[in-house]
């Protein structure tokens, strides 16, 4: 069990006489306890603080443990495990407590719970809920993690992106809500964008990314040290300055994350969770891995907005008029144009937008674009035809007109682009002159090419950065035939010649999109986008046999849905990996060596490796506990430790992972050629805060990619539930041996006992007997000295013999009857004047012979203390009994000893009395305890006593 662990124990009897807290911490180092009989008091602490499981009892004062679970389940969200400690005669609370969800049930017979049972049983109760929290969260942080990736591939802005991601997290629990920030000049970090329930947190708190105490919260430093750090809410000493805001919002932990790509810092993301372990060791891989995601994310937003400034910057300054025509209830209107449009008929651009298009055109131009011009424009099948446009002067503009369909980001038609080339003068020539440079400007900086294929000659021109892109110059490849053979990737080579020759001519003049390769002999292979259409010269002029396109670099791009698709791909097989764990752990119907060897043979095949191993190391001696293989013969040989890859994790202790051996250190390659793994990862193993030994990973082959934090996080996973595995069957162990030696022992000092008893009292009746005869023979006074000394050592014999079978368990109580039995002993005991008062109806589960022992010691002692004329009263507790007297009482300072063996107050004592008090007590479960009565004489006290109906 991890240290740090709370566990809150309600109304479970004490064991053996000592409380069930003090048990569990005996148990596990680290564990702190808080107890409370009331589940009243109980319910209270779970307001205030969070713990790691509860152990309630079945009979609690006013509820049922089955009804404080459901208690429980209404303060905590979600409930930390819950074990039912109870009678189960019938099998009824166990099937009441399956019913309600409980945890675990553990039976509570008469002689109070095992302790080992019991402490075991909440160790994997807390290990079994803490993986499963880990593996929950794992798998909601996966799935949130692809729902980014997919949102992220359309988002168009980075306030999108933000409000994206703050509410992928904050749709989903435990988290509560999620904020991203900026830094500003003055080193404060300032939310842009949040989501869930913040409910003014931001505006309450002050958060700074320098060396103050308000930048060493999460925020702060992950921005500082560009890392993903997670602080606890109550218990993190660095979140002091925002505790109370937080914890009066339920955030009890917080994750944050860095947002940086290349040198640029983007920010930081914060993620709020609703518990102290809402955010596992798992989860700060992925959180890493989702900062690149959403920095990248930023980036390529970044470079959209450049690219779309400068086509903006080229559409205002072309040199031909350029307007944006959409369609409204069915008439041509202009929604936009450039600065050239504009002027060259005489109007502002405001003065134009909403205007009909049909307004600007000339009679002749205005019915043929009524008649059929714009629906072929939006059909695609317009190519280039005359238009007459008139100014607000009335002049005529003649333009050559080329359109194309417009379409929205749906891919639906919604108008046309439609460009305007004024034929009437020589200023045209200098405009279309500035068009082509920044024709050229814009094809540069894209990596693109504008290409015109002739299909009956196969001559083709190109232009913009064929060479960049293609690695050969345009001039080599003159015409198409040429262009496949030495720019396309030869697998790729039919496909677009069949694309463009074939494919065309059954798109009725929509553009015909590929994709494909450039050929590797010229360099590097990069991927090229195409689109072709063929050019027309009128709508009616019939097929045409030139081919017109544009070719764009999309290497990156392919490179970035490649790589989120290998994202999405690597979480889905962590997240089903991290099911199976938990699937296979759980399951505790099946042996602790069967489920090490499925853990294994999973870990093996999720890193894709030959061999896993469990490896004891004993100082320089090691064993291989478990191994799996991909094959007989793939786990290496024995060796030295020290020419082992064990000895690297040793010595790091901590996880050490190389995926070819020229990636390590000297002692890196010595180890891996000394034990042929040429891959290797492995962590040490824990038992409690002893190292058992190292779980490791291993393949005789070199891995490509070295191993990521995904895949240590998840064998050191592997590791805690192991070592916490090794550590309960160990304690399991040495509580069996205990257990048995304490058996053992009983029995040999209960024979002794018994034959001292039985040797001392044959010799002591003669003597006895012999006694009687001499005074009847004579009278001397040193006659009593004989009988007391005689008595005095028949009364060591006695309780010598009882003492020595105190430590036997009580194996069959039954009811008995306190005041009758109270009775019997003041009649067996010797009393003299004394006075005995019963004041107690009590009826007590118990074994009659060791109670009336208790009774008869409390009496005996009373009488020898208090007096010949003490008056003895035996009355009832709330859990339990007392005997008290009238006598001088027992001092303040003595009342915790009086228990110890051969403690007393007399010469002719034996000290064994109280002793044998306590350890029949302590074997019936119960608690004993020295105090002042009323009368100031002695009162010794009996609680946790069960109180049960006299059998009939």
């Given at each position: 069990?991890e240290?740090?662990?709370?566990?809150l124990v309600?109304?479970v009897?004490?064991?053996?006489?000592?409380?069930t807290?003090r048990?569990l911490e005996r148990?596990?180092?680290?564990?702190?306890?808080v107890?409370?009989?009331?589940?009243?008091?109980?319910?209270a602490?779970?307001?205030e603080a969070?713990v790691?499981?509860?152990?309630?009892g079945y009979?609690l004062d006013?509820?049922?443990?089955?009804?404080?679970?459901?208690?429980v389940r209404?303060?905590?969200?979600?409930p930390?495990?819950?074990?039912?400690?109870?009678?189960?005669?019938d099998?009824?609370?166990?099937?009441?407590?399956?019913?309600?969800g409980?945890?675990d049930h553990?039976?509570?017979r008469?002689?109070g719970?095992a302790?080992?049972?019991?402490?075991?049983?909440?160790g994997t109760?807390?290990e079994?809920?803490?993986?499963?929290?880990?593996?929950?969260?794992?798998?909601?942080?996966n799935?949130?993690?692809?729902?980014i990736?997919?949102?992220?591939v359309?988002?168009?802005s980075?306030?999108e992106v933000?409000?994206r991601?703050c509410e992928?997290?904050?749709?989903?629990d435990?988290?509560l809500?999620?904020w991203?920030?900026s830094?500003?000049?003055?080193?404060?970090?300032?939310p842009?964008t949040a989501?869930g329930?913040?409910e003014?947190?931001l505006?309450?708190v002050?958060i700074?990314a320098?060396?103050?105490?308000t930048g060493?919260?999460?925020a702060g430093?992950?921005?500082?040290?560009?890392?993903?750090?997670?602080?606890q809410?109550?218990?993190?000493?660095?979140?002091?300055?925002?505790?109370?805001e937080?914890?009066a919002?339920?955030?009890?932990s917080?994750?944050?994350?860095?947002?940086?790509?290349?040198?640029t810092?983007?920010?930081?993301?914060?993620?709020y969770?609703?518990?102290?372990?809402a955010?596992?060791e798992?989860d700060?891989?992925?959180?890493a891995?989702?900062?690149d995601?959403v920095?990248?994310?930023?980036?390529?937003?970044?470079l959209?907005r450049v690219?779309e400034?400068?086509?903006?910057?080229?559409?205002e300054?072309?040199p031909?008029?350029?307007?944006l025509?959409?369609?409204?209830?069915?008439?041509?209107?202009?929604?936009?144009?450039?600065?050239?449009?504009?002027e060259t008929?005489?109007?502002?651009?405001?003065?134009?937008?909403?205007m009909?298009l049909?307004?600007l055109?000339?009679?002749g131009?205005e019915?043929?674009?009524?008649?059929?011009?714009y629906?072929?424009?939006?059909?695609g099948?317009?190519v280039?035809?005359?238009?007459?446009?008139?100014?607000t002067?009335?002049?005529?503009?003649?333009t050559?007109?080329?359109?194309t369909?417009?379409?929205?980001?749906?891919?639906?038609?919604?108008?046309?682009?439609?460009?305007?080339v004024?034929?009437g003068?020589?200023?045209?020539?200098?405009?279309?002159e500035?068009l082509?440079?920044?024709?050229?400007?814009?094809l540069?900086?894209?990596?693109s090419?504008v290409?015109?294929i002739?299909?009956?000659s196969g001559?083709q021109t190109?232009y913009g950065?064929f060479?960049?892109?293609?690695g050969?110059?345009p001039?080599a490849?003159p015409?198409n035939?040429a262009?496949?053979?030495?720019c396309?990737?030869?697998d790729?080579?039919d496909?677009?010649?069949?694309?463009?020759?074939t494919?065309?001519d059954?798109?009725?003049?929509?553009?015909v999109?590929?994709e494909?390769?450039?050929?590797p002999?010229?360099?590097?292979?990069k991927?090229?986008?195409s689109?072709?259409?063929?050019q027309?010269?009128?709508?009616?002029a019939?097929?045409?046999?030139?081919?017109?396109?544009?070719?764009?670099?999309?290497t990156?791009?392919?490179?970035r849905?490649?790589?989120?698709e290998a994202?999405?791909t690597a979480?889905?097989?962590?997240?089903e990996?991290?099911e199976?764990?938990i699937?296979t752990?759980?399951?505790?119907?099946?042996?602790?060596?069967t489920?090490?060897?499925?853990?294994?043979?999973?870990?093996?095949e999720?890193?894709?490796?030959?061999?896993?191993r469990?490896v004891?190391?004993?100082?320089d001696?090691?064993?291989?506990?478990?191994?799996v293989?991909s094959a007989?013969?793939?786990?290496?040989?024995?060796?030295a430790?020290?020419?082992?890859c064990?000895?690297l994790?040793?010595?790091?202790d901590?996880?050490v992972?190389?995926?070819?051996p020229?990636?390590g250190d000297?002692?890196?390659r010595?180890?891996?050629?000394?034990s042929?793994r040429r891959s290797?990862l492995?962590v040490p193993?824990?038992?409690g805060?002893e190292?058992?030994?190292?779980?490791?990973f291993?393949s005789?082959?070199a891995r490509?990619?070295?191993?990521?934090?995904?895949?240590?996080?998840?064998?050191?996973?592997?590791a805690?539930?192991l070592?916490s595995?090794?550590?309960?069957?160990?304690?399991?162990?040495?509580?069996k041996?205990?257990?048995?030696?304490?058996?053992?022992q009983?029995?040999?000092?209960?024979?002794?006992a018994?034959v001292?008893s039985?040797?001392?009292?044959?010799p002591?009746n003669?003597?006895?007997?012999?006694?009687?005869?001499l005074r009847?023979e004579?009278?001397?006074?040193?006659?009593d000295?004989i009988?007391?000394?005689?008595?005095?050592i028949?009364?060591?014999?006695t309780?010598?013999?009882?003492?020595a079978?105190?430590?036997k368990?009580i194996?069959?109580p039954?009811?008995?009857?306190?005041?009758?039995?109270v009775?019997?002993?003041w009649g067996t005991?010797?009393?003299?004047d004394a006075?005995?008062r019963?004041?107690?109806t009590r009826t007590l589960?118990?074994d009659?012979?060791?109670?009336?022992?208790l009774?008869e010691n409390?009496?005996r002692?009373?009488?020898?203390?208090?007096?010949?004329?003490?008056t003895v009263?035996i009355?009832?507790?709330?859990?339990?009994?007392?005997?008290?007297?009238d006598?001088?009482?027992?001092?303040a300072?003595?009342r915790?000893?009086v228990f110890?063996?051969?403690?007393?107050?007399r010469?002719e004592?034996?000290?064994?009395?109280?002793?044998?008090?306590?350890?029949?007590?302590?074997a019936?479960?119960?608690t004993?305890?020295?105090a002042?009565?009323?009368?100031?004489?002695?009162?010794?006290?009996?609680t946790?006593?069960?109180?049960?109906?006299?059998?009939?």
């Open positions: 069990m240290a740090k662990t709370s566990v309600v109304g009897r004490s064991v053996s006489g000592v409380a807290s048990i148990r596990y180092d680290g564990l702190r306890t107890e409370c009989d009331d589940p009243r008091d109980a319910a602490h779970l307001r969070s790691d499981c509860v152990v309630s009979r006013g509820a049922t443990g089955i009804e404080f679970y459901h208690t209404r303060i905590a969200s979600p930390p495990p819950f074990v039912l400690v109870g009678e189960d005669v099998g009824s609370v166990v099937k009441d407590a399956i019913d309600a409980v945890t553990v039976r509570d008469n002689d719970v302790p080992e049972v019991l402490a075991n049983r909440v109760a807390v079994l809920s803490r993986t499963r929290d880990q593996a929950a969260e794992l798998s909601r942080l799935a949130v993690m692809r729902r990736n997919r949102q992220l359309d988002a168009t980075r306030e933000d409000r991601v992928a997290f904050s749709d989903v435990p988290h809500f999620a991203v920030g830094v500003t000049d003055d080193e404060r970090v300032r842009r989501a329930a913040e003014g947190y505006d309450a002050t700074t320098d060396e103050s105490a060493q919260g999460p430093t992950a921005l500082r040290e560009e890392r993903v750090v997670v602080q809410v109550r218990n993190d000493d660095a979140f002091a300055p925002w505790r109370d937080a914890l919002r339920g955030y009890q917080v994750a944050a994350v860095p947002l940086r790509h290349d040198g810092r983007y920010g930081v993301l914060c993620v969770g609703d518990s102290p372990h955010f596992g798992a700060r891989a992925v959180f891995e989702l900062g995601t920095a990248e994310a930023y980036h390529r937003i970044d959209q690219y400034r400068q086509y903006r910057r080229l559409f300054e072309a031909v008029m350029f307007a025509v959409e369609t409204v209830e069915g008439t041509p209107v202009v929604d936009d144009c450039n600065r050239l449009f504009a008929l005489g109007y502002a651009r405001d003065e134009l937008r909403g009909p049909a307004e055109y000339a009679d131009s019915a043929t674009m009524l008649d059929d011009g629906e072929r424009a939006r059909a099948d317009f280039r035809e005359r238009r007459e446009l008139v100014t002067d009335g002049e005529t503009v003649s050559l007109l080329r359109a369909p417009r379409r929205d980001v749906d891919g639906d038609v919604v108008g046309t682009n439609a460009l305007y004024d034929l003068g020589q200023a045209q020539v200098g405009r279309l500035a082509r440079e920044r024709m050229e400007f814009a540069d900086i894209t990596d090419h290409y015109e002739d299909l009956r001559a190109r950065a060479e960049r892109l293609f050969v110059a001039e490849v015409t035939e262009f496949y053979e030495t396309v990737h030869p790729d080579r496909r677009l010649e069949r694309a463009e020759r494919e065309l059954s798109t009725q003049g929509e553009p999109r590929i494909y390769r450039t050929h002999d010229n360099g590097p292979v991927w090229v986008r689109v072709t259409y063929r027309r010269t009128s709508h009616d019939g097929a045409s046999s030139r081919l017109v396109g544009l070719a764009t670099d999309v990156d791009r392919r490179e849905a490649a790589q989120l994202a999405t979480l889905s097989r962590r997240a990996a991290m199976r764990f699937q752990v759980v399951d505790r119907e099946v042996p602790f060596e489920r090490v060897e499925r853990v294994l043979d999973l870990g093996r999720h890193l894709d490796m030959d061999v896993a469990v004891h190391v004993d100082g001696d090691y064993a291989v506990e478990y191994a293989a007989d013969d793939a786990v290496p040989e024995a060796t430790l020290e020419d082992t064990h000895s994790v040793l010595s790091a901590e996880a992972g190389f995926h070819r020229a990636a000297a002692e890196t010595t180890a891996s050629r000394n042929g290797y492995g193993i824990y038992a805060d190292r058992y030994g190292v779980l490791d291993s005789s082959d490509d990619e070295p191993f990521g934090g995904e895949e240590r996080t998840f064998v050191r996973l592997f805690q539930w070592g595995g090794v550590a309960r069957r160990r304690s399991q162990a040495r509580a041996r205990h257990r048995e030696r304490l058996e053992a009983n029995e040999r000092l209960d024979e002794f018994s001292v039985h040797d001392l009292r044959s002591l003669v003597a006895k007997g012999r006694l009687e005869l009847e004579h009278e001397s006074e040193h006659l000295g009988d007391k000394g005689l008595s005095r028949e009364a060591l014999a309780d010598m013999l009882q003492l079978r105190q430590g368990p194996c069959d039954t009811s008995v009857d306190l005041p009758t039995l009775e019997e002993c005991v010797r009393t003299g006075t005995l019963v004041e107690t589960s118990a009659r012979s060791r109670l009336r022992q009774v409390l009496v002692n009373a009488v020898e203390h208090g007096g010949s004329d003490v009263t009355g009832d507790l709330d859990d339990g009994f007392y005997v008290a007297d006598g001088s009482g027992i001092p300072g003595e915790e000893t110890d063996n051969e403690y007393t107050t010469a004592g034996t000290g064994m009395g109280l002793s044998i008090v306590h350890e029949v007590a302590t019936h479960g119960w004993v305890e020295a002042e009565s009323a009368t100031g004489g002695a009162r010794i006290e009996i946790g006593t069960a109180e049960t109906s006299v059998d009939a």
